[in-house]
């Protein structure tokens, strides 16, 4: 078992702990809510980048006791070539895991300098 994955199964195990135990329905409306939140922060999907379709996932770890967001980027058929973040931000790993590609595939020569510029404005 990954170790970001243990990490979160003991916060949660003590943050409920410390949860009011008034009734049992209380956790039946509790259980789902987390389990919503703790399946919300992975991820995975596709985008278009330049016409070509990619492939991306996001995932969670914990870094120093902080929550950190690890995402990674392919492009099968097109490139070999993947792009990688890391960032605390949920919602902006998936943009800065799309420019390290954007940039790997600028060097390598796959599209232009206009290309690269144009989307990373964007």
Same mark, same amino acid.
């Given at each position: %078992?990954? !170790?970001?994955?243990?990490? %979160? @199964? @003991? *916060?949660?195990? !003590? /943050?409920?702990?410390?949860?009011p135990q008034c009734q049992a329905s209380g956790w039946e409306a509790l259980v789902p809510a987390i389990a919503?939140?703790?399946?919300? +922060? $992975?991820?995975?999907?596709? +985008?278009?980048? +330049?016409?070509?379709?990619?492939?991306?996932? *996001?995932?969670?770890?914990?870094?120093? $006791?902080?929550?950190?967001?690890? =995402?990674? %980027?392919?492009?099968? =058929? $097109?490139?070999? @070539?993947? =792009?990688? /973040?890391?960032?605390?931000?949920?919602?902006? !790993? !998936?943009?800065?895991?799309?420019?390290?590609? *954007?940039?790997? /595939?600028?060097?390598?020569?796959? @599209?232009?300098?206009?290309? /690269?510029?144009? $989307?990373?404005?964007?």
């Open positions: %078992m990954r !170790v970001s994955v243990f990490s %979160m @199964i @003991i *916060v949660l195990a !003590v /943050a409920a702990s410390f949860a919503d939140k703790l399946t919300g +922060l $992975w991820e995975s999907g596709e +985008l278009e980048l +330049l016409g070509h379709y990619c492939s991306f996932n *996001v995932t969670p770890k914990f870094k120093r $006791w902080q929550l950190y967001f690890r =995402g990674r %980027m392919w492009c099968p =058929g $097109w490139t070999t @070539i993947g =792009g990688q /973040a890391e960032t605390r931000s949920r919602s902006g !790993v !998936v943009g800065r895991t799309t420019q390290d590609f *954007v940039r790997k /595939a600028f060097r390598a020569g796959l @599209i232009t300098e206009s290309e /690269a510029q144009a $989307w990373l404005n964007n």
